[in-house]
């Protein structure tokens, strides 16, 4: 199976910026779609961004379009996700995940992805 960890969460203010890590073991990352997900307190778990398998794919809620890149490092078995221009709806619990289907095409629904890391917690202030 697939274990997926996160970091780089922490408190920025708003107009900063911060960079996530999303960790895979268990499976070569380059067989995985990897997206990322975020929850604010109260509010239900939305899209964000993903990358294919493949890497010949990305996709962005539009929220986030233009202020926050996916990227990934194979080698290093990571996908990050660079965040700027960050607001205070940006708070939230950010989560990765995975996908080893490389049929998948909605990876911008929860529901595509079979592995879930712990989640970091990014809280912009001012």
């Known amino acids: 199976q697939v274990q997926l960890v996160e970091s780089g969460g922490g408190l920025v203010q708003a107009g900063g910026s911060l960079s996530l890590s999303c960790v895979a073991s268990g499976r070569t990352l380059s067989t995985l779609s990897v997206g990322w997900f975020r929850q604010a307190p109260g509010k239900e778990r939305e899209f964000v961004a993903f990358?294919?398998?493949?890497?010949?794919?990305?996709g962005y809620a539009d929220s986030v379009k233009g202020r926050f890149t996916i990227s990934r490092d194979n080698a290093k078995n990571t996908v990050f996700l660079q965040m700027n221009s960050l607001k205070f709806e940006d708070t939230a619990v950010y989560y990765c995940?995975?996908?080893?289907?490389?049929?998948?095409?909605?990876?911008?629904?929860?529901?595509?992805?079979?592995?879930w890391g712990q989640g970091t917690q990014v809280t912009v202030s001012s």
């Open positions: 990358i294919k398998w493949s890497g010949s794919s990305t």
């Open positions: 995940a995975a996908d080893g289907n490389p049929l998948s095409v909605r990876l911008y629904s929860t529901s595509v992805y079979d592995y």
